[in-house]
């Protein structure tokens, strides 16, 4: 079979680290040059990207066998084999159909107190006039929300060592180490291969140690360690531990700073743009506050986490490998390429969204987009599993600050994206003061 390919730059490693380093810029560079879609030989192999609609669709309505997990052999010593990230086929459904619920409907409600209480905790010690950097204390909210939701616990001891050896395994996960296998070298303890190793064999030792205590103690909480750990497949088979033990690393590592970092973007262009804050207070005041879950019904609240997540997706790229050949529009892939339809492609795409790089929640009140325009979670059959806990957490969040507190943006520069580790956060920590706390 003669394969068509698109057209791209040539290299690896300097397409490859553009891409690092700025996603959006080298992506609109490529397509500039190139068209849509281009192909880029990157280090963990070649990938074609495009930010078409069209395309975007084709590829997420694919049956699902069309495709397997992306560079397997780089990211499963990172996540471990029973992560979903990895899982394809059957197992990955199954194993969809058994978690799923954990993050969805009252199950997923339940947990709006615990939430609530996270985000008034952790800003009830600042002082009036008092300066603070947003991302640090975002950061411990969804930390919070973590311990109480994932592993059950408040102020335990274990669930505080569970979420610092998470917070470890984040900082030491470098981006180039998803790039390429070649990065996983040890070097005496010192290189960035050995750091994550030490940080994840750490967060193993402290799930394992919360496991056998939970089993010693019979202990059955809402959790969602605790519905893992006593969850049974249709045949009755439940979970192997080192199963449970990837899962929850893999839901720690891409839930906390994601939601930590849509949070702060959220706060910083509300407090850039007063015009948008004084229609989200008018809002807010609409409510007591006494039910949490309440925040998530507001529909202002909710174009402002999609206007956020919009601007700042969790994912800039949704890669698929292809297990067997593929027509894309003009152009015939082989099995072995990656495919990845680009969320800061479609997200910015001026014919879809007007003006792309001004903030403004009301273009989701104008309109309704689709899962090929706007999919910042994703799509298709493996869209993220933990996409409506996450929005949900943040119109919690954000819903609680804002009507309990008024706050001032001390940034007199605009804040723009860099690279953190596997993750873009704005380029600082969002500098803001306390300005008062509000009266209920």
């Known amino acids: 079979m003669n394969f068509i390919l698109p057209p791209g730059p040539r290299g690896k490693w300097r397409p490859t680290l553009k891409i690092v380093a700025n996603p959006r810029r080298a992506f609109e560079r490529l397509v500039s040059q190139f068209g849509d879609p281009f192909l880029v030989n990157a280090l963990n192999g070649p990938i074609v990207v495009t930010g078409r ?9 694919e049956d699902p066998g069309t495709f397997v997990p992306f560079a397997m052999e780089t990211v499963q010593p990172m996540f471990g084999a029973g992560s979903m990230l990895l899982l394809s086929g059957d197992i990955h459904k199954r194993e969809r159909r058994l978690i799923m619920p954990m993050f969805h409907g009252d199950r997923m409600k339940a947990y709006g107190q615990a939430m609530s209480q996270a985000a008034e905790r952790v800003y009830a010690n600042l002082a009036q006039e008092q300066s603070f950097l947003t991302l640090p204390r975002m950061n411990e909210i969804s930390l919070q929300i973590i311990a109480r939701t994932i592993f059950g616990g408040n102020q335990d001891q274990r669930a505080a060592e569970l979420v610092n050896a998470g917070r470890l395994l984040v900082r030491a996960s470098r981006p180039l180490l998803f790039f390429s296998k070649k990065m996983h070298v040890s070097f005496l303890g010192l290189s960035p291969w050995d750091r994550f190793c030490a940080a994840r064999q750490k967060l193993y030792r402290a799930f ?3 496991c056998d205590s939970r089993l010693e103690n019979q202990h059955n909480g809402d959790d969602i360690l605790s519905h893992l750990m006593a969850a049974k497949y249709e045949n009755g088979e439940p979970i192997t531990r080192e199963h449970v033990r990837d899962e929850l ?7 906390h700073e994601t939601s930590a970092l849509a949070m702060t973007w959220a ?6 743009h007063p015009e948008f804050l004084l229609k989200l207070r008018t809002e807010l005041d609409s409510i007591d506050g006494q039910q949490p879950a309440a925040f998530a019904q507001l529909a202002y609240l909710k174009a402002v986490v999609q206007e956020s997540l919009r601007m700042h997706p969790i994912v800039t790229e949704v890669l698929r490998l292809l297990a067997r050949p593929m027509q894309l529009g003009d152009y015939s892939l082989p099995a072995g390429m990656a495919i990845a339809p680009c969320t800061v492609l479609a997200h910015y795409n001026p014919q879809v969204f007007p003006e792309p790089d001004q903030f403004r929640p009301e273009r989701f009140l104008e309109k309704s987009y689709s899962p090929f325009e706007y999919m910042p979670f994703g799509g298709g059959h493996r869209r993220c599993i933990g996409a409506a806990f996450a929005t949900f957490e943040m119109a919690i969040v954000l819903g609680t600050l804002l009507k309990r507190f008024e706050f001032e943006l001390l940034e007199p520069k605009p804040v723009v994206q860099r690279r953190r580790n596997v993750t873009l956060g704005p380029s600082t920590g969002v500098r803001m003061r306390l300005v008062r706390q509000r009266s209920e």
Do not use: N, P
Not at 267 to 272: S, V
């Open 53 to 61: 609609s069209d395309l975007v669709k084709q590829v997420f309505g």
């Open 208 to 210: 394992d140690q919360e």
């Open 249 to 255: 690393g893999t839901f720690l590592f891409a839930g």
């Open 267 to 272: 706060m910083y262009h509300l407090h850039r």
